[in-house]
Every structure is written in structure tokens, then in C-alpha cells.
């Protein structure tokens, strides 16, 4: 039971959030980044299999995150590979990326 609360306790304490990226925003932070311009980046495997304990792939070299909390809040969030960027178009259609992998 207490291993139970913690772990509650632990996912409301450090849940996922929510942060917007206005689109002249998300376009002026990606202006002059394509495909020449990502770095390799290293992570470690969670789970050891057949010899593996890292993965490398090419990233955007963005650092901070420009966004808006849903009070319209200027945030500078520090990009990392678990964040996560939710694309949605005019029919409500949703398509999720890993934002470090992105690039115009």
C-alpha cells in the first residue's frame, strides 16, 4: 500500500504538462535549421538487449524551448529527447513527434 501512495504521490508531484508554441513563434525558433544543421545525440538504452546500451540519432540543436504555459505565461523549457510536440491541424487530426527530431 505505501509503495501505491508513493507512486501516486510521485505522478502528481511530477506529472506531464502541457505547454503551447505559438506558430510564428515555433516558425522563428526553427528559421535556418534543415537538415545540415543537427547533431548526434547519445542515450542511453533502458533496457539492456544483445549488446546495446546506447542509441544515437540526429537532432535539431535547439537548447531552450520557447512556449506559453495555458495562461499565456512565457516559459524557456530545456529541450531534451522525452519531449514530446503535438501537431494539430484544422480537422482536429493529431500527429505527435519527439520535438528534438524535428526540423523545417
Known sequence: M?????????????G????????ESFKHQFNGIDSTK???????V???INGV???S?????IDTIDCVDENNKPIKL???PSIEIRF?????????????????
Do not use: G
Not at 505505501?2 to 511530477?14: E, G, Q, V
Open 46 to 48: 533502458p533496457v539492456y
Open 16 to 23: 506531464c504538462t502541457t505547454y503551447y508554441i505559438p506558430l
Open 78 to 80: 530545456a529541450n531534451s
Open 88 to 104: 494539430t491541424d484544422k480537422d482536429d487530426d493529431r500527429t505527435i513527434f519527439y520535438f528534438d527530431t524535428i526540423y523545417l
Open 57 to 61: 540519432y540526429p537532432a535539431n540543436p
Open 2 to 14: 505505501k509503495l501505491f501512495l508513493s507512486f501516486l504521490l510521485f505522478l502528481t508531484l511530477f
Open 53 to 55: 546500451t546506447s542509441y
Open 38 to 44: 543537427l547533431q548526434l545525440v547519445e542515450i542511453n
